[in-house]
């Protein structure tokens, strides 16, 4: 049988010959209504929005016939991620920059399969927030610029480069995994006034699997 036969009354009729001078004879079925095969009536998709430390959940769609029983399984990148079989999924570390799916099984009663696979979604970068302090000093004095690249728990130690900047001046510092994204970036002395101090973050070698880059708000310094 086909899909085409879906919905159709089906019979079979057996006819039987014997030797010669004996005359055929046929016997036909009761005839029986073929169950269609069962197809997916309203896309699966993701409900939710998708991102890190995000939760998001399995849209299972519609099916036809029914009744059917469903059951999930997420995918990054197309590949099953182990255990994640519930209708809802916390987006992981491991899914930032992949390509995030749910594929809906469907069984019928009379045990025909079928599955649909939501369209993919990837899962963005994370833009940390990046928070500068630097304290008041004396003219003359040099300034110290704390700096601290938060990406939520992302990554704990960021890779890359810091740029603070106060008036005209740039003072650009390497950060490290010792650091473990907080920084210290020596400013140069500054004459008398008021001045605007910002911060911008660049990730480099892994961190740019998982983090943009960012700036920090301005902050206001006085120099006395």
Do not use: C, F
Request: aromatic share 4%.
């Amino acid at each position: 049988m086909t899909a085409a036969d879906g919905g159709t009354r089906l019979s079979a009729r057996v006819t039987a010959r014997g030797g010669a001078g004996w005359l055929p004879t046929s016997v036909t079925s009761t005839p029986v209504t073929v169950v269609p095969p069962i197809t997916n009536v309203t896309r699966v998709t993701i409900s939710g929005t998708v991102g890190y430390g995000r939760t998001v959940w399995a849209k299972r769609g519609e099916w036809s016939p029914g009744p059917v029983s469903t059951s999930v399984q997420w995918l990054r990148d197309g590949v099953a991620i182990a255990g994640a079989t519930a209708s809802s999924y916390k987006v992981a570390k491991s899914d930032v920059g992949k390509q995030l799916s749910v594929r809906v099984t469907a069984r019928g009663a009379d045990g025909s399969v079928a599955r649909s696979t939501s369209v993919q979604t990837k899962v963005p970068r994370v833009t940390p927030t990046v928070k500068l302090s630097v304290p008041s000093v004396t003219a003359g004095s040099t300034l110290k610029a704390t700096v601290r690249v938060d990406s939520g728990g992302l990554v704990t130690k960021p890779l890359g480069s810091v740029a603070v900047t106060i008036g005209t001046k740039t003072v650009t510092v390497t950060m490290t995994a010792t650091h473990a994204g907080t920084t210290t970036v020596t400013l140069p002395a500054q004459a008398r006034g008021s001045y605007k101090v910002t911060a911008v973050y660049r990730p480099t070698s892994s961190s740019t699997t998982y983090l943009n880059g960012a700036s920090s708000s301005a902050v206001s310094v006085k120099v006395t």
